[in-house]
Every structure is written in C-alpha cells, then in structure tokens.
C-alpha cells in the first residue's frame, strides 16, 4: 500500500476519528485506526465498539490496500509533522514508513482482516442543521447522570416527531430539556444516546447550517456530516417519564436578568462553595430577589430587582445546579417558576418554549 496526502488534512482527520479510540481494550485492533483506499481517496476508521467514526480525505494512490495503524502513536506522530505532502509505504509485513519533507518515521501495523466493520443502520431518518443539534447537545448534555447506578440516565433522550424534536437529560436533581422545530421522519423515534458519545458528537459538529443526517435503528444511531459518517449504539432501557414530573401551575413567577442573576449567584458562591452544605437562598419579597448564602468563614446577600406574579417565597438550591443551567442559557430575561419551598424551581424563558429546566431545592429550616 502506497499513497500521499497533506498533512493537515490527515491530521484534522485524525483528530476526528480517534475520538472513538478505544483505550488498553482486551482486542488491541480497537486501538488502532483502520486505513484504506476508497473512491473518495482515502478513508480513516476508527471504533471501539461502542462508538465508530469514519471519515476520507484526499489521496492519491500508487497501490492500493489497507493496514490497521496504532492510533495514539499515529496521531502523536502526524501532529509534529512539518505542513505538506506525507507520503505512506507499508511493507508487506505491515510495516508503514512515514516521509514528510526530511522527516522519516516506521511504525509496526496490524492485520486488518480483525478489524470489525461499522454496523449497518437502517430505520427513520431526517436531516437539520449542525449547528442546531450541537446547540440542542451543548445545552443538555450538563444535566445527564455521572452515577452508573442507573445506566440509561447517562444519557440524553431523543423525542423527535414529524414537526418537533426534543433533548432531555435528567440526574435526579435537575432536567433539562431543549425544543426545536424540524421536519422529522415519518415514524416517531425516541432514543437514548449516551454522554460520552453526544460529548464527542458536539465537538464533531460545525457550528455552520450545513446538514446532518440522523438515521435510528433499534440498536444504533448513524449520523452523517459530508464525509464523516458516526455509528453510535444506543443505551438500553426505559427513561424516565419526565412529562409527569414538569408543573403545569405555579404560585410565583419571577422575571428577572439572567445575567444579573448570574453574576449574583457567582458572588454568593465564594462564600457557600467554604460551607458543608453549599447552598444558595433566593428570598422572593415582592418586587425584590434577595440572593443570600453563609458559612462558617462568612455570608452574602444580593438584591436583585425583579417582576414578581404571585406569593413571596424563600426556598434553596445547591449552587451548582442553578449555575450549570444559568450558562446553559443565552436569553437576557428568564422566568423562574415556584410552587413552593420543596417543589422544582422551573426555568423557561419569557417568549416561546425553545427550552425548560426544572432543579429540584433543598429543604432548609426555617425556609
């Protein structure tokens, strides 16, 4: 096998698929990438089972063939290379020799014939823009399960239908759910993808309105991104019935500055994250958000000027659960729902429904 190719488009190549390289896997072919020559040029695989990535650049071959490289080495190697032309010649003892400009490298290759394939996937498929899904990804993603106790939470889940699409992730403290308006596929598909796997997917996509394809089976998911195509399986068992948990009503709304609001919370949190407990206390008394929190080192308090409907109220949140959906957050203004003291603060914004987040307080006395 012979062939050339520029090393910056190698090495972007390789930035993307060894994001499904798998590490010390009891099969050690998972811990290479698979080489060989398409109609496109030259295509790059890499998998661990789980996850597989492939993608081609241009090549111009002089013989044909495919090798299984060892991928960390190979990227390490490609990384330092000079800007140009590589030019690749692997041995019939897979043997692959690496010239750049007046750089030479050997590295021992592997048999591909172990190499597994990707899997097929067949099933609904529809199309929307990168930028919207790694959005809808980037502003989830935070509230998925850290917790393996319950494997399908360390996930996101997949509600698409013909008009609309949903991501919600929930950890048993706090959701977060994203809307968008799509076309969808003729059959309703919902599908958990795991975290690690959004996580890698979010950082694949282009923040451009160039087109991704999704397609689900019962078992895989295949995203397709011009010459980048990722198979993912799919986590296994039953979400959670979120729909059931979401208040319909409430007895207070707050409107306020989100970035007020953050910026609030920040100060606040120097003196909580020194206490055991790190909480922060919103108390809602009319037309004023009092932001408060206290340790053994020292206290804090906020006021915020708000537009409040309903009941005054004190009620307590750990500090970094309402941070992590305040970042999450782009809008100027926001509203803050409550029914009470005990009951999940929901945070959706003041026009539409595009997103909602629920964090759940903690019980505090005297609160």
Not at 126 to 142: A, N
Not at 187 to 192: I, L, R, W, Y
Request: with cysteine.
């Amino acid at each position: 096998m012979r062939f050339s190719c520029d090393t910056n488009d190698l090495n972007a190549s390789l930035s993307i698929v060894s994001r499904a390289l798998a590490a010390r896997s009891s099969k050690p072919i998972l811990e290479g990438i698979l080489f060989e020559a398409c109609d496109e040029g030259l295509r790059l695989t890499c998998t661990d089972l789980a996850l597989g990535i492939e993608t081609t650049i241009p090549a111009t071959f002089t013989e044909e063939g495919r090798v299984v490289l060892p991928g960390k080495l190979l990227c390490e190697v490609v990384r330092k290379l000079p800007s140009g032309t590589a030019e690749f010649s692997i041995s019939d003892r897979l043997q692959a020799t690496i010239r750049c400009a007046s750089s030479r490298t050997t590295i021992t290759g592997m048999d591909p014939v172990e190499y597994p394939e990707l899997p097929e996937v067949a099933g609904p498929t529809f199309s929307m823009p990168q930028s919207v899904l790694r959005d809808m990804i980037g502003r989830t993603l935070f509230a998925i399960a850290v917790d393996e106790s319950r494997p399908i939470l360390t996930g996101c889940l997949f509600e698409i239908g013909k008009e609309e699409m949903r991501v919600v992730a929930l950890d048993g403290f706090r959701l977060a759910l994203r809307r968008e308006r799509v076309t969808g596929p003729e059959k309703d598909v919902a599908a958990v993808i795991g975290g690690k796997v959004l996580g890698d997917v979010g950082r694949i996509l282009a923040d451009t309105e160039e087109p991704v394809s999704l397609c689900f089976s019962r078992s895989h998911v295949q995203l397709n991104m011009g010459a980048t195509h990722i198979v993912a399986r799919l986590l296994e068992g039953e979400f959670i019935r979120y729909r059931q948990i979401l208040p319909e009503e409430w007895q207070t709304r707050v409107r306020v500055a989100r970035t007020e609001l953050s910026s609030a919370i920040d100060r606040a949190s120097l003196i909580a994250r020194e206490g055991k407990s790190n909480l922060v206390c919103f108390r809602i008394d009319g037309d004023t958000l009092d932001v408060t929190s206290n340790s053994e080192t020292g206290d804090v308090e906020e006021k915020l000027p708000v537009t409040t409907e309903g009941k005054d109220l004190s009620i307590a949140f750990n500090v970094r659960y309402i941070t992590d959906v305040l970042k999450a957050l782009a809008d100027d203004e926001v509203f803050m729902r409550f029914n009470s003291n005990v009951s999940p603060c929901v945070i959706c914004p003041t026009e539409g429904d595009g997103y909602l987040y629920l964090v759940l307080p903690v019980r505090v006395f005297g609160a």
